[in-house]
C-alpha cells in the first residue's frame, strides 16, 4: 500500500492525523488525510508544503498559466497553485 513504513516512533505520526491544516494564498486549507487506508494518496507530503510556500513568494508567476500536478498526495501543491 505505502512506500514509506508507518509505525509507531518512525516520526510520521502526522501522517496519522485524519485532518492537515495549512494557511496559503490568505486562505486556511483543511485536508483530510486517511493513511492506513489509502496510504500515499491519501496524506499531505512535506515536499509539497515546501513547494507550496516557495510559490506563495512569488518567484515564479502563476497567473494566466496552464499548471498540472503530477504527484502523490492530497492535491495540497494544486489546490495552493490554483489560488494563486
Do not use: H, K
Request: net charge positive.
Amino acid at each position: 500500500m505505502a512506500l514509506v513504513p508507518y509505525a509507531e516512533g518512525w516520526g510520521l505520526q502526522g501522517l496519522r492525523s485524519p485532518w492537515a491544516t495549512f494557511r496559503f494564498a490568505g486562505r486556511t486549507l483543511r485536508l483530510r488525510q486517511d493513511w492506513q487506508r489509502l496510504g500515499v494518496a491519501a496524506v499531505v507530503w512535506d515536499a509539497a508544503v515546501v513547494l507550496c510556500a516557495y510559490l506563495e513568494m512569488g518567484s515564479v508567476d502563476l497567473r494566466d498559466r496552464a499548471v498540472i500536478e503530477l504527484g502523490a498526495g492530497t492535491g495540497l501543491l494544486g489546490i495552493v497553485a490554483t489560488l494563486l
